[in-house]
């Protein structure tokens, strides 16, 4: 005869301090998985646009038009990339010199 188990459900996949137990808990590793998803996908934005640019440079042949364009669109991909990685060592560098991390937020202190 089967017994249903009792106690909570546990996801095998994670391990038992990677749950989190509260709303608390769940926001503290939200956002800094956040952060790095939305350098994940800057990235990707990134090499999207740079190999649009390198495409449209290789089939603009004599036109001055389109190879200015093309040229643009590879200027532009490469100062989003660098306001990307500025953006990341800045938080870096704040994690660092001040020891906080500022993507990690401490909801207790709004309970009311």
């Known amino acids: 005869m089967y017994v249903p ?25 939200f ?4 952060v790095s998803l939305f ?12 190999l649009l640019g390198a495409i449209q440079w290789i089939n603009s042949g004599s036109d001055k038009g389109a190879l200015e364009a093309a040229r ?5 991909a490469i100062i989003g990339l660098a306001i990307l990685f500025s ?8 994690e660092i010199f001040f020891g906080a991390d500022i993507t990690y937020f401490n909801l207790d202190t709004l309970k009311i």
């Open 5 to 29: 188990p009792t106690g909570p459900i546990v996801n095998p996949g994670l391990s038992l301090n990677m749950q989190a137990t509260n709303f608390s808990d769940f926001m503290a590793r």
């Open 31 to 34: 956002f800094p998985a956040l």
């Open 39 to 50: 350098f994940v996908i800057g990235s990707l934005i990134f090499i999207f646009i740079f």
């Open 72 to 76: 643009g669109r590879i200027t532009h």
């Open 87 to 94: 953006l990341f060592a800045i938080v870096n560098l704040i």
